[in-house]
């Protein structure tokens, strides 16, 4: 078979494009919409789209930070944090929370977002977010290269210890992903995606029973 014509690149080496494609290839990226407060009680909100579930039972989620930023100082801090869903109708709103501001700055008052107390953990929730995770932090972890060199980049663990979902969400014993209306990150400068039925197709794991079935 003739291989094909291929754009192929060492990462060290650099990309040879105007965007560098990693985040555009693996995409779209579920957004970690993550609440947290410091020490002096002071409130935190931003979002992350190196983001992901990583465990069943326990539920652990995490998120990734290229800088150690006030989410993960405040997670390291208090052992506590809050992930909720960024959704169509919050889009712009969660977009104004990545705005780069000084850490006594509100992100929840920037962004005009009402909260919520948490039921387990002291961060509060985006009052609007259909669905949230209340978090305990399992672990931080500073990422390495392949050749053992640390870079400046912390990967944050947490257990879910509380969920909490909009009934309306919840249909025939099942959540409807679809209704929920997610933001999903894509690639590029300003990229981001929602999902919707004619997407949808449906893939049993072999020998899976088609009530038991995950993908």
Known sequence: MTEPTTHSYRPSEGHRLAHDPLNSIVAPRPIGWVSTLARDGARNLAPYSFFNLFNYRPPIIGFSSLRWKDSVANVEASGEFVWNLATRPLAEQMNRTSAELPGAVDEF????????????????????????????????????????????????????????????????????????????????????????????FRMMRPGAAPEAGRP
């Not at 992903?177 to 690639?187: F, M, N």
């Open 109 to 200: 008052d920037v962004a005009g977002l009402e909260t919520i107390a948490s039921t387990v953990v002291a961060p509060p929730r985006v009052a609007a977010s259909p669905v949230t995770f209340e978090c305990r932090l399992s672990r931080i972890i500073r990422l390495a290269g392949a050749d053992g060199a640390e870079v400046d980049a912390w990967l944050v663990l947490g257990e879910v210890v509380m969920v909490h979902i909009r009934a309306d969400l919840v249909r025939e014993g099942a959540y409807d992903t679809v209704a929920a209306e997610p933001v999903l990150r894509g690639g590029g400068p300003a990229d981001y995606f929602t999902i919707d039925d004619a997407a949808r």
